[in-house]
């Protein structure tokens, strides 16, 4: 028998309070502040130190390439770079769209090291084999180390943070925007002019879609793609607790949305936004969330069917979406950066495989399917 949210619901008496309230309240959303980082601050204290609540930072640059006559950055074919990391879910956003609207020969990259210290992201040396492409020096910038010596190049008086993605422009030597929301719907339409037809008339934010996207993508943000934050940085018990609850009834939610229909992605038989901004969260829960963020709850492979085909869907089919992945970048990032959480930087082996073929499922679910070993 296969476990649905009703059933999953059933058990719900028989859980802690805890854990029985993420399932019964509605979701919360929790505030949070924007501390830019000064010079003497810790890249990675990102907890506030009064409540324990993560702060997620707002966005410092925030311009548009757009082809409308006479903008400041208008499309064009090689003149804009952009700095990802492999680890980041963010980033990872871009590299998605960039690939499902054939922005390869028209936008470069370049992913960063996926270990980030105390000066942030830095470039891979020449001599560094690491999975993924395009992982190695700044190819702009040959004496570049770190990302943030382009924020510095571009305002030497910059005291923000050094993220990625970093859309940037080699012709005005300027950052156009390290706001991934933006950065893709960028990608969407305004290089549209100069691509081939296929990809000109691929729609990832169509008309008739575009309030119920927006709508999603308000509680998908606050709660699950940032939710996983909120849970893996509070330092107090109190804000983990009220970061968790909300965190896994929204996921009880995505889980009833895919379970009620037959089409393989969010919004029917095209991919959209809405695909593209949850599934760089949810194939990075099982093999970091889980155990890095403690949102052990419930994992995705044993406690959300629906979700659990609908991210392998998209993974094992979609190269966009499988070949921007780099679990090694992923693991290994959370894991050895984040030393508040993890100081001896051990990364666990498991769970194996990363993730699951689309014909598996684990033991226990194959149990619950009736289905033999």
């Known amino acids: 028998m296969i476990i649905t949210v009703g059933s999953f619901r059933s058990r719900i008496a028989r859980v802690p309070a805890i854990e029985r309230s993420i399932f019964t309240s509605s ?19 990102w907890a506030d130190s009064k409540t324990g609540e993560f702060k997620r930072h707002q966005s410092a640059f925030r311009d548009f390439i757009s082809k409308k006559p006479g903008a400041e950055f208008p499309p064009e074919k090689g003149r804009y770079h952009l700095y990802v990391s492999y680890a980041c879910p963010w980033a990872h956003r871009t590299l998605i769209a960039r690939k499902l609207k054939g922005l390869e ?29 395009h992982v190695g020096p700044d190819p702009i910038h040959p004496d570049y180390t770190h990302l943030r010596d382009i924020y510095f190049a571009v305002d030497p008086e910059y005291e923000g943070r050094f993220t990625v993605p970093t859309l940037y422009d080699i012709k005005q030597k ?54 996983v934050y909120k849970t893996g940085f509070a330092s107090t018990q109190e804000a983990y607790e009220s ?49 890095h963020f403690k949102c052990n709850i419930r994992d995705i492979r044993s406690g959300f069917p629906a979700l659990h085909r609908w991210v392998r869907h998209l993974y094992w089919n979609v ?40 014909n598996e499922e684990v033991a226990a679910v194959k149990a619950a399917m009736g289905v033999k070993k």
């Open 27 to 45: 979701s919360r959303n929790l505030y949070f502040l924007s501390r830019p980082m000064s010079g003497s601050s810790k890249i990675t204290g």
């Open 105 to 133: 020969e028209i936008i470069p990259y370049t992913s960063v090291h996926w270990h980030m210290q105390e000066k942030g992201w830095r470039f891979a040396t020449a001599d560094e084999k690491l999975p993924g492409e």
């Open 319 to 358: 190269p966009a979406f499988h070949d921007t992945t780099q679990f090694e970048h992923i693991k290994r990032h959370y894991t050895r950066s984040h030393t508040q959480i993890n100081p001896p930087s051990i990364t666990p082996v498991g769970p194996l495989p990363d993730i699951l073929p689309e």
């Open 174 to 227: 300027k950052i156009v925007s390290n706001e991934s929301s933006e950065i893709i719907r960028m990608f969407y339409t305004e290089f549209d002019d100069i691509l081939p037809e296929e990809y000109k008339k691929v729609d990832l934010f169509p008309q008739h879609l575009q309030e119920e996207i927006e709508s999603t993508n308000d509680w998908t943000y606050n709660d699950i793609n940032n939710g």
């Open 243 to 291: 970061a968790i609850a909300p965190l896994f009834s929204s996921l009880v939610r995505v889980e009833s949305h895919l379970a009620s229909q037959s089409h393989p992605f969010y919004f029917g038989n095209t991919i959209t936004e809405a695909d593209i901004r949850l599934f760089t969260t949810i194939i990075r829960f099982d093999p970091v969330y889980v155990q």
